[in-house]
């Protein structure tokens, strides 16, 4: 499913090792994009600023979620959307935090073998465009994970857009160019190794076969030893 053309922008919040909330307070909502967080980032409060900001929001739903069915929406359940429902939060302090509506979309996906459930404030677009945006999210965690796996980044030497995207190109850019020379050299190494080797060896003028080459250790047969005999 093609999602170009069909929103005006997403921004996509991962997350490292814990989850920290306070990153939405840093953000500032612009309406009409669309925000896609996980469930670590269930803060009603916080996600009722996404919904007063006429910004739009995606995440999942906790296991302890609490809700009231208002209604349910016809669908199609051979795409893959098992319910669309539109709902209040239960509870005291849950629905002091978010007064509105929400949307809850329960769906499959037969790729992972896993229901998921999706909360959104957006009541627009189909059940699952909304699925399909969250999927979004997974695809952008799959690259960075790519790039931390494969390209040899350890810092970046610019923070602005411009810059961070510059050096991912060129990192990407000579990964490009060392799995070409692999292939046709037909070199055994892995492109790890041959990026290692590449690092060291970037200022010397040694012939790119020679550089890959692995020599045998020569003994040193007849060549006098400076260490001293200890028990003789």
Same mark, same amino acid.
């Given at each position: 499913?093609?999602?170009?053309?069909?929103?005006? /922008?997403?921004?996509?919040?991962?997350?490292?090792?814990?989850?920290?909330?306070?990153?939405?307070?840093?953000?500032?909502?612009?309406?009409?994009?669309? +925000?896609?967080?996980?469930?670590? +980032?269930?803060?009603?409060?916080?996600?009722?600023?996404?919904?007063?900001?006429?910004?739009? #929001?995606?995440?999942?739903?906790?296991?302890?979620?609490?809700?009231?069915?208002?209604?349910?929406?016809?669908?199609?359940? /051979?795409?893959?959307?098992?319910?669309?429902?539109?709902?209040?939060?239960?509870?005291?302090?849950?629905?002091?935090? +978010?007064?509105?509506?929400?949307?809850?979309?329960?769906?499959?996906?037969?790729?992972?073998?896993?229901? !998921?459930?999706?909360?959104?404030?957006?009541?627009?677009?189909?059940?699952?465009?909304?699925?399909?945006?969250?999927?979004?999210?997974?695809?952008?965690?799959?690259?960075?994970?790519?790039?931390?796996?494969?390209?040899?980044?350890?810092?970046?030497?610019?923070?602005?857009?411009?810059?961070?995207?510059?050096?991912?190109?060129?990192?990407?850019?000579? +990964?490009? !160019?060392?799995?070409?020379?692999?292939?046709?050299?037909?070199?055994?190494?892995? !492109?790890?190794?041959?990026?290692?080797? !590449? /690092?060291?060896?970037?200022?010397?003028?040694?012939?790119?076969?020679?550089? #890959? /080459?692995?020599?045998?250790?020569?003994?040193?047969?007849?060549?006098?030893?400076?260490?001293?005999?200890?028990?003789?």
């Amino acid at each position: 499913m093609d999602l170009r053309g069909s929103i005006p /922008s997403i921004v996509i919040i991962t997350h490292g090792k814990a989850h920290d909330v306070t990153i939405l307070d840093q953000l500032i909502f612009e309406p009409g994009v669309f +925000y896609i967080v996980d469930r670590g +980032y269930l803060d009603f409060t916080r996600l009722y600023g996404v919904q007063q900001s006429s910004a739009f #929001f995606v995440t999942r739903t906790k296991s302890n979620f609490r809700f009231g069915r208002l209604y349910s929406r016809p669908l199609d359940k /051979s795409t893959g959307v098992q319910s669309d429902q539109i709902i209040v939060l239960e509870g005291f302090y849950s629905h002091k935090a +978010y007064p509105d509506k929400l949307r809850r979309i329960r769906y499959f996906d037969g790729d992972q073998n896993k229901r !998921l459930v999706f909360l959104t404030n957006n009541f627009t677009l189909p059940a699952l465009t909304i699925a399909k945006l969250f999927q979004c999210r997974w695809h952008i965690e799959i690259f960075f994970k790519w790039i931390k796996q494969h390209l040899r980044i350890k810092a970046f030497y610019g923070t602005t857009e411009n810059a961070v995207k510059t050096q991912i190109w060129i990192a990407i850019a000579v +990964y490009v !160019l060392v799995a070409i020379v692999k292939k046709q050299l037909h070199l055994d190494l892995s !492109l790890y190794t041959i990026l290692q080797i !590449l /690092s060291v060896t970037l200022f010397e003028k040694t012939p790119i076969l020679e550089g #890959f /080459s692995i020599i045998p250790p020569q003994e040193s047969k007849g060549v006098p030893c400076n260490q001293l005999t200890l028990f003789d």
